[in-house]
């Protein structure tokens, strides 16, 4: 039976855990207005000693294989179908000048793709295939506009200086958003502050042919905001203001670069926050999020971004200005709002956004459940779910994640425990009390070994840290590491991590997950050496492999991080031609230049077709009526 706790005091008989330190200073839990956030993902330095991990997790996670390799499976030079590395090499990158391609991955003189040592084909299931320039990649039309070479002169007319960035050091920071591995440096940034200036710049570079690349905050971990080598980075940072909270309706209007966590903090007096809340809430931007469909911890119940904008006013790849939706519940005429978001920039550039507000909870309480198996921890989130349960919170952390972000928060996790649970509950005092009880039967009942209560919100945040910290706690295991999201069915979770710790011997890398538990969304983070080619490309191989099985398990290949330029290979395996069609005619309806972030999310057939002669699925070539390379 499951040992039950709750904080220092007792709920129905349960035993005191004994110690339980508080931090002293901390983050706040996720998802209530003013918690800070772990960071939007990808490299993180972050000066520590050993996480006493035990063998063989230790030999994985606690640390990174550093062999260098000599030579290279490899023959012949580069060509212009050679794939593009993704690197994060800081002294590469600073030797690194001009606006010349990306790096490009190893290949064979057939095309085919780079293999690693580890047997793992980067393009097959355990790689990732780059093309580049990214048009060659991703559908655009077939009116696609070649840039001219780009003048200036009237971006200068058009913009006031500190508002064009040229020079290479104003331009690095923009090279990459929150997946530091693909990197390109912009010729230009551009910087509008105001409506005219925005839609004159859309104008001119409609005009001449010029691609744009709309980015956020840059906390994005997909790619999708990595620039293109011939055309304009468009920062919407300066687009920043909180227009108008209207308490009566519950929603606020904004600006695309308002802070994720300053909707709530305007919100707050009002007894009301916004509830979409990613690890990177501190930082992302409220126009990134439309973009991705971003989620966070509490989107089980809460819901991603989506149900929680009610409109937005954005502009075409012309300068012309759209309005989907509205501050209306049911918005007029087609729902093109769905459209939109998720769309990654590839449709509009968004202006305005109208979100939905929600009021404050009066209680908020978390469990921390542990497990001897990560199977039983799975079959708990179904039997959850199942019993008609939706908590606030429905997180997971394996052993490896745990071992992990403890000696980082001092959390109070159980060490010893395959997997933890963290079950929240939020709402009347009333409402709380009574589902916490019926959480703890059900958690009891899927064979929980430890059950634990915060009894305050100072031990609720103590719960929340070891979670929302689990990116940057990375950093004391390894140079770099990489964070995909593919999503499965809840009843495959343990199964899913059971294979996630034979890829990790297959590829020699450790990987310790904390991901959305409630409805499936993994957050495996792939732990490498950055300066170690042969360590990035298992890297990718790694990431690459645990979308692939998330497709075999009939999951999808992202969940709220978007494809962006990573997953371009994957959008190949889980959707046929027919469905490819539709996207690139859903782009070009928008947008039929193909101007507005090329290269991204929507592979070309050509692609598929290289990709696709390298997975067989059930004896079947994908894709087998297309050429290959």
Known sequence: ????????????????????????????????PGDDAAGAGGRRRVDGGATGRSAPAAALVGRVDRRRRSGGNHAGGEHPGARQVRRGNRRARQSRGGHGRARWIRHSQRGGAAVSRHGAAAGGPGGVVRHWPPQEGCAQGEGMIRAQSMDLAPLRAMLPEHCLLTEAEDTRPFECDGLTLIRQRPPVVALPETHAQLVALLRHCHARGIPV????????????????????????????????????????????????????????????YYAPDPSSQIACSIGGNVAENSGGVHCLKYGLTLPNVLGVRALLADGEEVRLGGGALDGPGLDLLAVLVGSEGMLAVITEVTVRLVPLPRLARCIMASFADVEHAGDAVAALIAAGLIPAGLEMLDQAAARLVEPFVKAGYDLDAAAILLCESDGTPEEVE???????????????????????????????????????????????YYCTDGTIPRRHIGRMLKSIQQMELRFGLGCPNVFHAGDGNLHPLVLFDDADPDSVARAEAFGAAILEESLRLGGTITGEHGVGMEKLNQMCSQFPREELDVF??????????????????????????????????????????????
């Open 213 to 272: 690349v709309p980015r956020g905050a840059g906390t994005g971990l997909a790619g999708s905001a990595v620039p293109v080598a011939d055309g304009i980075l468009l920062s919407m940072a300066k687009f920043n203001r909180i227009l108008k909270v209207d308490a009566e309706s519950r929603t606020a209007i904004v600006e695309p670069g308002v802070r994720n966590l300053a909707i709530s903090d305007a919100a707050r007096p009002f007894g009301l």
């Open 434 to 480: 009574a589902e916490i009880l019926q959480m703890l039967r059900v958690l009891e009942g899927a064979r929980a070994t430890r059950l634990q209560v915060s009894a305050d919100e100072t031990e609720r945040q103590r719960f929340w840290a070891g979670r929302k910290n689990a990116f940057p706690a990375a950093g004391r295991a390894a140079p770099a």
């Open 584 to 629: 690139s005619g859903v782009k070009r309806a928008f947008d039929p230049a193909g101007l507005l972030n090329p290269g991204k999310v929507i592979p070309t057939l050509h692609r598929c077709a290289e990709y696709g002669r390298m997975p067989v699925h059930g004896g079947k070539l994908p894709f087998a009526d297309l050429p290959r390379f």
């Open 1 to 32: 039976m499951a040992r039950v706790v709750v904080g220092r005091g007792h709920l129905r008989g349960g035993r005191s855990s004994g110690d339980h330190r508080v931090l002293r200073a901390g983050p706040r839990s996720p998802a209530r």
